[in-house]
């Protein structure tokens, strides 16, 4: 069983969590028309308190 540890996203996780944001949406993202892109500012977010 692999060991698992939760923290905060910090700024050099910015692109990888983009990068799974966008392929969770990616089957939605095809059918629906008027989804938000979810990765637009991974960056930005990370970077709110």
Do not use: F, H, K, V
Not at 9 to 17: H, N
Request: include cysteine; charge should be negative; glycine fraction near 4%.
């Amino acid at each position: 069983m692999t060991n698992w540890t939760i923290r905060r996203a910090e700024q050099r996780d910015a692109y990888a969590l983009a990068a799974c944001l966008d392929a969770a949406y990616a089957g939605y993202a095809a059918r629906i028309t008027d989804l938000p892109a979810m990765s637009e500012d991974c960056a930005g977010e990370i970077a709110r308190p």
